[in-house]
């Protein structure tokens, strides 16, 4: 059973489209993100999710709006996408919001390619 | 703010030699966590070994090992016995004990040659 996975693993649009990525967590974990790792393969958080409410929400664009229906699900909707926004975003989830490892479990990624 | 550098972008060695990957990292804080994250061309993000600040022992995983130097900054990761399987992007990263962010390097691409 895939423990954080990530839907769809490729995605290539038009520039001014709007996409989602859908991520799922089935390990029973209250704390989830998003990452993006960029084409120098540079990876930074964009946010960060506790028991579905916002608890890091770095400086992404506003065009970029997460959103948690339950804890096991975070989603990553994207409006007026831009080809800088090509890049594969991850999605990772962790037990509690430290701890003593707040060992992070990473999705497979969604490759984002903006046309 | 906390960085964290990876010094060497490629890496080159030879299958069953022993190779180092360097990273330094910045903060004002005391009690913090660091992790070596391996990413083969999969694009999956594979958690390799982690360092608890408090610890003076250098973590070890079967071949993998950190030099971890706190006054220095300093948490490098040592590969022994290379395989064609360890060849993918290595990123260190940081996580204060407090909060749940990790900051990651800009990563090293490490070839294994047969």
């Known amino acids: 059973d895939t423990a954080v996975s990530q839907t769809p693993k490729y995605l290539v649009t038009q520039m001014g489209n709007d996409k989602s990525i859908k991520c799922e967590q089935n390990?029973?974990?209250?704390?989830m993100y998003w990452y993006k790792q960029d084409s120098k393969k540079f990876l930074k958080i964009m946010f960060s999710?506790?028991?579905?409410?916002?608890?890091i929400n770095e400086t992404v664009p506003n065009r970029f709006s997460p959103k948690s229906p339950d804890k096991a699900h975070l989603n990553l909707h994207i409006n007026s996408l831009e080809l800088g926004d090509s890049a594969v975003y991850f999605c990772?989830?962790?037990?509690?919001?430290?701890?003593?490892?707040?060992?992070?479990?990473f999705g497979p990624g969604t490759r984002l390619t903006v046309l | 703010a906390q960085t964290v550098t990876q010094s060497q972008p490629e890496m080159s060695v030879q299958e069953a030699e022993t190779v180092t990957l360097s990273c330094t990292y910045d903060?004002?804080?005391?009690?913090?966590?660091l992790f070596w994250y391996k990413q083969p061309p999969s694009r999956q993000m594979i958690l390799v070994i982690r360092?608890?600040?408090?610890?003076?022992q250098n973590a070890t995983e079967n071949r993998f090992s950190v030099n971890f130097q706190k006054a220095a900054k300093s948490f490098s990761l040592k590969i022994s016995d290379s395989q064609l399987g360890d060849a993918a992007m290595y990123f260190c990263?940081?996580?204060?004990?407090?909060?749940?962010?990790?900051?990651f390097g800009g990563g090293t691409r490490l070839m294994v040659k047969p």
């Open positions: 390990l029973g974990h209250d704390t």
């Open positions: 990772a989830s962790s037990q509690g919001l430290a701890g003593v490892y707040g060992e992070q479990f």
């Open positions: 360092q608890e600040a408090y610890k003076q």
């Open positions: 999710y506790n028991n579905k409410e916002l608890i």
């Open positions: 990263a940081y996580r204060p004990n407090a909060g749940n962010m990790l900051t």
């Open positions: 903060t004002s804080e005391s009690d913090y966590y």
